[in-house]
C-alpha cells in the first residue's frame, strides 16, 4: 500500500521487466558466444583440411612431373622468332643437312599431353622440352649435331620418320599464290592475297561501332544492343567482300582468288567464330592502324615460326 501511495509499486514492475530483458539479453549472449566458438573451431578445421588438400595436391603433381620425365632443370638453349630472309636461312640449313638412311628424324608432335615414342627415344631427358613447345616440327639426328623445334604457321598433322634428311615442306612456312589473308576486327577489315611472297592489298575498310557507353541517356542494355548490331553489320560487309573477292565474277573485270584460294582469317578472337567454318586458318594477332597498315602487321605476325634450340 506504501509503495503504491509512494509510487514505488510501477518503479518495481519496471525494474522486474529490465531484469527479465537484461536474463533473456544474457542468455543470448551466452548462446552466441557458443556458437561463435563453434564457427571458429569449425573454421580451424576447415583451414586445416585445406591445406591438408593442398598438400596432398602438391604431392600427386610432382609424382605426375616424376612419371611424364619432366625436368624443370632443363630449359631451351635459347629461341628465335623467325620471317622473311632469316626464316629461309634457317630452313635452307635444315633442308642442306644430310645423313645415312634412317639418320634424321622428323616428327610433328600435335600436343603435350603424349610424345611419339619415337621422339622419347631421340630427344632423351630433353624429350620433355618438346612437349613443351608442342604443337611444334621436331628435329634431331642419331648423333645428336641438330637438336631443334619449329612452330610453323601451319603445324601439320602428327607423324613421325626417319630418313635421310629433315623433310620440311615449304607450304608449313610460307604463304602460297593462293593464300588469301583477311584482318577482321569488330570494327575493320582488310583484304590481300600473296603474288611472288609478297602480300598485295586489295580492299579495306572501317565500320562506325560504337567503343563507349553513350552519354545521350541511352541505358546500357539499349547501347549494347545498338552497339552488337553495328559489329553484326560490319561482319556483313565482310562476308560480302570475301564472297566477291573469292567467288565474284572474274568476267565482270574484278579482281578475284578463285576457287581454289586458301583464306587466312586473322583477327580479335571475339570475331573469329565467325569465320572458322570458310577459313582454312584462323590465329588472333594484335594489329593497329588502317586497314592496309594492319592487315601488313598481322600478316607479318602469323607468318612467323618460331625456333627452339633444345
Known sequence: MLDELLGRAELKARIAELEDERDALAGRLEGESERRTEAARARQEAEAEVNRLEDRITELEDHVERLSGDDDSLDFRGTEDLRGDRLREVLSRLDSFSTDAEGALTAAVSDDRSLPAAVD?????RASLVRRAAPCVALTDDAGVVSVALSPPRQPDGFDAWSDGFDLPPAWFHPTETTVVALVRGDLFALGHYEHGDLEFVEGFESDVKSAHSKGGFSQGRFERIREGQIDDHLDRCHEALDEFIDGDADAGAETA??????????????????????????????????????????????????YRL
Open 121 to 125: 627415344a631421340a630427344f632423351g631427358d
Open 258 to 307: 578463285g576457287d581454289d584460294a586458301e583464306l587466312v582469317v586473322l583477327g580479335e578472337r571475339t570475331v573469329l567464330g565467325e569465320f572458322r567454318d570458310r577459313a582454312a586458318l584462323t590465329a588472333t594477332v594484335d594489329a593497329s592502324g588502317d586497314p592496309e597498315a594492319a592487315l601488313a602487321e598481322a600478316s607479318r605476325e602469323f607468318w612467323t615460326t618460331r625456333l
